[in-house]
């Protein structure tokens, strides 16, 4: 599986920005990608999360009511879009997802809590200045 983001850059607080993760390379139907974020500084956490059967999307607390995570199917792409954007958003944005041989409800919630066997993508750096 590969991973690949895109969409990062310079925004200003108050903006939105819309990530790209487009993923290639998955041997199963049945997957979850999930957006993840570290600032400087800060350790590494989960933002939202998608799987390939279900619209319904996975949210950390952190940043519910400003996220909105997405699927294209048809170009394999999982969008993430952050608004309003704050200046403790900067950050490196990574994309990461898990596969299995079946479907499950809680492949989301087993990709936050198992980050080390998923596969990343290399990150895409968001600076919100104010």
């Known amino acids: 599986v590969q991973l690949v983001e895109s969409g990062g850059g310079p925004v200003d607080a108050g903006g939105s920005t819309r990530l790209s993760c487009t993923a290639s390379?998955?041997?199963?139907?049945?997957?979850?990608i999930g957006w993840f974020r570290q600032a400087p500084g800060k350790e590494r956490e989960g933002v939202s999360c998608?799987?390939?059967?279900?619209?319904?999307?996975f949210t950390l607390n952190t940043m519910m009511g400003r996220v909105a995570i997405a699927r294209d199917d048809a170009i394999n792409t999982v969008y993430l879009k952050i608004n309003p954007l704050k200046t403790e958003d900067t950050a490196v944005y990574y994309c990461?997802?898990?596969?299995?041989?079946?479907?499950?409800?809680?492949?989301?919630?087993?990709?936050?809590?198992?980050?080390?066997?998923?596969?990343w993508g290399q990150g895409t750096l968001v600076t919100v200045s104010s």
């Open positions: 998608i799987r390939s059967t279900s619209d319904e999307s």
């Open positions: 990461a997802a898990v596969s299995y041989s079946s479907d499950s409800v809680s492949l989301c919630q087993q990709l936050f809590q198992r980050p080390d066997v998923a596969t």
């Open positions: 390379g998955f041997t199963s139907d049945y997957y979850a």
